[in-house]
């Protein structure tokens, strides 16, 4: 049985999860569970849809070094931005 997921996401983010599943060998459900932490922007090839139409303030979260955590707790993402890439 295949569970609904309750979360929507544009096309362009559900091309990006499935790249992502593939890559890590996981399921698109298990994956998009971990990708409403979206996970890495050094990682991206195209900035998610999501992040592209957020307008809002973002809030940013220094996890050491260079890398930093952004979320918006609007359009509930988050992602982290290794800046010494
Ligand atoms: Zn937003």
Known sequence: MK????ISIDQSTANQVRK???KA???TSETI???????????WETEPE????C????????LGNCL???TC?????????DSSD
Do not use: D, F, P, V
Request: a positive charge; proline letters at 0%; one cysteine or more.
């Open 33 to 43: 569970q971990e990708l409403i932490h979206l996970g890495c922007a050094n990682g």
């Open 50 to 53: 999501k992040i592209r139409r």
């Open 55 to 62: 307008t809002h303030e973002l809030i940013r979260t220094n």
């Open 20 to 22: 992502i599943a593939s």
């Open 68 to 70: 930093n955590e952004y």
């Open 25 to 27: 060998n996981k399921s």
């Open 73 to 81: 707790n609007i359009c509930n993402y988050t992602y982290t931005l």
């Open 3 to 6: 569970t609904k997921l309750s």
